[in-house]
C-alpha cells in the first residue's frame, strides 16, 4: 500500500504542536528569540523561521509563528535574520516585536571596517551605479571558468535550486570566507542525493587574478566537492565585477590585503533571486533549511514534473 508524504508544511506545524503540547507552562512565558526566515505568509499572519537555540528551553528548529500585528511582517523577506520574542501560552504561542537583525560588520579590526565603508563610498559615487537585484527578479545570466577549467553558465541550471556564494581563497579569517564555504560543504552533506540532480553550489572567486582554475581545485579539495555539483568560478575580472555588483558584494584590496563584504544567495527552480543573505551570523542548518524550503517548494501555477504523484 502507498503511502503519502505529508507535505513539509504540515510536518513543521505537527512537530511545533506536539513540541509546544510537552511543555509545562504556567501562564504565558517569553524568551528571547533570534532565527532566519524561511517564508512570509502575511494572509496567513504567520512567519516560518529557522530558530536557533534557546539555551534551557528549546533546541534549534524550523517552527512557523503566528504574528498578532500584521505590521510585523511588512518587512520580512527569506533570507533576512530576525529578532523577537517568542510568547508561550498553555495552549498557543506566537511571535511579536519582530525586528529584522541588521549585519553588523566582523571586520577584524576597526581600521579594516573603516577602509571597507572607503570602498563602499567610492562605489556608491559611480557615475552609473549597479541597480541591486531584489527578491523576486531574474537572475541574468552569466558565464564563468571553473575548477576543472570547464565553462559553466548559471543558464545551464534552469530547473535547478542554485547556492551562491563570494569568497577568495587566499582568505586567513576562519569566520569569514572559510565559514561561508564551510556552509557549502555541510549543504553538501546534507543533500547528497539531490546534489546535481534538483541542488547546484556555485563558489565565485573575488579575486580572479590569482584564483585560478588549478587554485580553486587545490581550495575545493578542502571540502571534498564533487565538481559535478559544486563549481568555484573564476573569470575576467571586469565579469566578475559585474556579477558581483548585482547583488551588492564590495570588494576591493588596500596594502595588499582583501577587503570585501559577506553575501550568500539563493535562486530558484526559474532563474529569480529567492534571498540575499548578508553576513555569516547564520548556521550552516539554517542556510539549509532555507535551501530546503525551496527545494520542496512547488511552482505556482504548475506541479514539478513527478512532486506530487510519488506522495
Known amino acids: 500500500m502507498?503511502?503519502?508524504?505529508?507535505?513539509?508544511?504540515?510536518?513543521?506545524?505537527?512537530?511545533?504542536?506536539?513540541?509546544?503540547?510537552?511543555?509545562?507552562?504556567?501562564?504565558a512565558q517569553t524568551y528571547p528569540g533570534v532565527g532566519l526566515v524561511l517564508k512570509v505568509n502575511?494572509?496567513?499572519?504567520?512567519?516560518?523561521?529557522s530558530m536557533q537555540e534557546i539555551p534551557g528551553f528549546m533546541d534549534a528548529m524550523v517552527m512557523p509563528l503566528p504574528v498578532r500585528q500584521p505590521r510585523d511582517l511588512r518587512e520580512l523577506r527569506p533570507g533576512m535574520m530576525v529578532d523577537f520574542t517568542l510568547v508561550v501560552t498553555e495552549k498557543s504561542s506566537y511571535a511579536e516585536?519582530?525586528?529584522?537583525?541588521?549585519?553588523?560588520?566582523?571586520?577584524?579590526?576597526?581600521?579594516?571596517?573603516?577602509?571597507?565603508?572607503?570602498?563602499?563610498?567610492?562605489?556608491?559615487?559611480?557615475?552609473?551605479p549597479e541597480v541591486l537585484l531584489a527578491p523576486g527578479q531574474h537572475v541574468p545570466d552569466f558565464s564563468l571558468t571553473n575548477q576543472n577549467g570547464r565553462p559553466v553558465s548559471l543558464s545551464q541550471f534552469s530547473g535547478k535550486v542554485v547556492a551562491m556564494t563570494f569568497v577568495y581563497a587566499?582568505?586567513?579569517?576562519?569566520?569569514?570566507?572559510?565559514?561561508?564555504?564551510?556552509?557549502?560543504?555541510?549543504?553538501q552533506?546534507?543533500?547528497?542525493?539531490?546534489?546535481?540532480?534538483?541542488?547546484?553550489?556555485?563558489?565565485?572567486t573575488?579575486?580572479?587574478?590569482?584564483?585560478?582554475?588549478?587554485?580553486?581545485?587545490?581550495?575545493?579539495s578542502i571540502w571534498r566537492a564533487d565538481s559535478a555539483s559544486w563549481h568555484f568560478l573564476t573569470g575576467p575580472p571586469s565579469t566578475v565585477e559585474n556579477i558581483t555588483g548585482k547583488f551588492g558584494v564590495v570588494a576591493g584590496t588596500d596594502e595588499g590585503t582583501m577587503l570585501h563584504s559577506l553575501h550568500?544567495?539563493?535562486?530558484?527552480?526559474?532563474?529569480?533571486?529567492v534571498a540575499n543573505l548578508e553576513g555569516n551570523e547564520f548556521t550552516a542548518k539554517q542556510l539549509g533549511d532555507l535551501v530546503e524550503a525551496e527545494l520542496n517548494r512547488v511552482?505556482?501555477?504548475?506541479?514539478?514534473?513527478?512532486?506530487l504523484s510519488r506522495n
Do not use: W
Open 2 to 27: 502507498a503511502h503519502k508524504t505529508r507535505p513539509p508544511q504540515c510536518a513543521e506545524r505537527l512537530i511545533a504542536t506536539i513540541f509546544l503540547a510537552a511543555l509545562p507552562c504556567v501562564g
Open 42 to 49: 502575511p494572509e496567513h499572519k504567520e512567519v516560518v523561521v
Open 264 to 273: 550568500t544567495v539563493v535562486i530558484d527552480r526559474k532563474g529569480n533571486l
Open 206 to 220: 573575488l579575486d580572479p587574478i590569482h584564483d585560478q582554475p588549478d587554485a580553486l581545485a587545490k581550495y575545493a
Open 170 to 187: 587566499r582568505c586567513p579569517f576562519p569566520n569569514f570566507c572559510f565559514r561561508l564555504s564551510n556552509n557549502f560543504g555541510q549543504i
Open 189 to 204: 552533506k546534507r543533500f547528497g542525493k539531490q546534489m546535481g540532480r534538483d541542488l547546484i553550489l556555485l563558489t565565485i
Open 299 to 307: 511552482p505556482d501555477g504548475a506541479q514539478r514534473a513527478g512532486l
Open 97 to 128: 516585536n519582530v525586528r529584522v537583525r541588521p549585519f553588523v560588520s566582523f571586520e577584524n579590526d576597526p581600521q579594516g571596517a573603516c577602509r571597507l565603508a572607503i570602498i563602499e563610498k567610492e562605489l556608491s559615487n559611480d557615475p552609473a
